[in-house]
């Protein structure tokens, strides 16, 4: 099974989650900062909330074997991107790329990759801006560079992947058949929502 993977592996296996989980607490301290600081400077804040998390053990082992890739540390650093994962739920569209900027500004970050599913929405009607970063996370012996998954999306966009993912994996596989047509509406409705409460805004500060 998952689990019997040899002790080494294992209490490699521990550390590095250890690792994971520093990187997400800086990411986390960077974006509370630009919360607070951005909502000072403009009276607004670009962030409604912020989730994180970091892959069990055994979910990580699974997506390895999913994707037929041998498990070992050197492997999930490789191909696991989103070990560390951190969610920013923001008021408005325009929120979402300013904050993806101010973070992608810093020294200290490096953009790895950028998916935008806003402007290319994913083919069931997701929206959100993924994007992978590295930070270096100081230890006391080393600096290590760890990635990070952050996906950043509006209150309507996070409605709707919630549901979506509840729904999904409660009927996969007997989904109704007008089901995929339904989900992509209920987007398209969410993507109104978020212009209407765009505008309503920009109205509001000018
Ligand atoms: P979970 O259960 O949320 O952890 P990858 O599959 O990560 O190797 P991929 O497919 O290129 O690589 O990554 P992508 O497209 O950036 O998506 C990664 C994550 O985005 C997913 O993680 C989901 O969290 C989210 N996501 C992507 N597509 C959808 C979608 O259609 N609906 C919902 N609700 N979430 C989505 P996991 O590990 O697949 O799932």
Partial sequence: DDLDQPPAVL???GRELMVYKFAVDELMTKLRILSE????AHQHDPIEHLT??????EA??????RKGIEPGIEAIREHIEDVAGIRVVCPFVPDVYE???????????????????IAEPKPNGYRSLHLIVRIPVFLS???VKVKVEIQMRTIAMDFWAAVEHKLFYKYDGEAPEDFAAELH??????ADLDSRMTA????LRR
Avoid: C, N
């Fill in 200 to 203: 309503l805004h920009q109205r």
């Fill in 11 to 13: 209490r490699e296996l």
């Fill in 52 to 57: 994180s998390r970091v892959k069990q053990p």
């Fill in 99 to 117: 904050v993806a900027r101010m973070l992608g500004r810093q020294d200290d970050v490096e953009v790895v990759r950028t998916k935008d599913y």
């Fill in 37 to 40: 600081e951005f909502d000072f």
């Fill in 60 to 65: 990580i082992l699974r997506k390895l074997r």
């Fill in 141 to 143: 012996d080393r600096v």
């Fill in 185 to 190: 509406a209920a987007a398209a409705t969410a």
